[in-house]
T-cell receptor, first 113, second 109 residues
């Protein structure tokens, strides 16, 4: 158990819909990262938040957005869903100060029908 | 852009030693990380190399050569539970990770 929690574990929805994925980092971590894992694209970095502020963006679609709240939990919002958005979405957290180890949550499996 | 290359599959027998290579092309390189992921599970951190040389952690070791843009993960005394996917990842600024495609390791009895 990494100490990072994600909800829900599974999500099934239809094309065109909008969903919100939630992540709670370890209590000591200020950084939250979001990753998408699919069979064809592998494990891809989406976005990084540090203490409530966006720090880096990767291959994140404009239909996707994220935020980190004052209590440091984070949400990833996916809208106008397409079949290709079906994937495992992981969040990870790390301590402040540039620790190199990221602790991954169990992931949310999103299925778009 | 950035790219990492690692073999897609490796098979070895229990008790053996296996080496998983990773070559990378990237800008803003801070270090090379290795993560393990069992089927249906989350990636878990194994090691990190910022400088050239070998880092040893128990049965696992990781090596980096920055001049060759190359690293490897060495797994010794293989056990059945080591069957998993192994990802190398480049650490960029802000501890952002760019992952390779993963190497599926199958350990046979």
């Amino acid at each position: 158990d990494s100490g990072v929690t994600q909800t829900p574990k599974h999500l099934i929805t239809a094309t065109g819909q909008r969903v919100t994925l939630r992540c709670s980092p370890r209590s000591e971590d200020l950084s939250v990262y979001w990753y998408q894992q699919s069979l064809d694209q592998g494990l891809q970095f989406l976005i990084h938040y540090y203490n409530g502020e966006e720090r880096a963006k990767g291959n994140i679609l404009e239909r996707f957005s994220a935020q980190q709240f004052p209590d440091l939990h984070s949400e990833l919002n996916l809208s106008s869903l397409e079949l290709g958005d079906s994937a495992l979405y992981f969040c990870a957290s790390s301590v402040a100060g540039g620790s190199n180890e990221q602790f991954f949550g169990p992931g949310t499996r999103l299925t778009v029908l | 852009g950035q790219s990492l290359e690692q073999p897609s599959e490796v098979t070895a027998v229990e008790g053996a030693i296996v080496q998983i290579n990773c070559t990378y092309q990237t800008s803003g390189f801070y270090g090379l990380s290795w993560y393990q992921q069992h089927d249906g599970g989350a990636p878990t951190f194994l090691s990190y190399n910022a400088l050239d040389g070998l880092e040893e952690t128990g049965r696992f070791s990781s090596f980096l050569s920055r001049s060759d843009s190359y690293g490897y993960l060495l797994l010794q005394e293989l056990q059945m539970k080591d069957s998993a996917s192994y990802f190398c990842a480049v650490n960029n600024a802000g501890n952002m990770l760019t992952f390779g495609g993963g190497t599926r390791l199958m350990v046979k009895p």
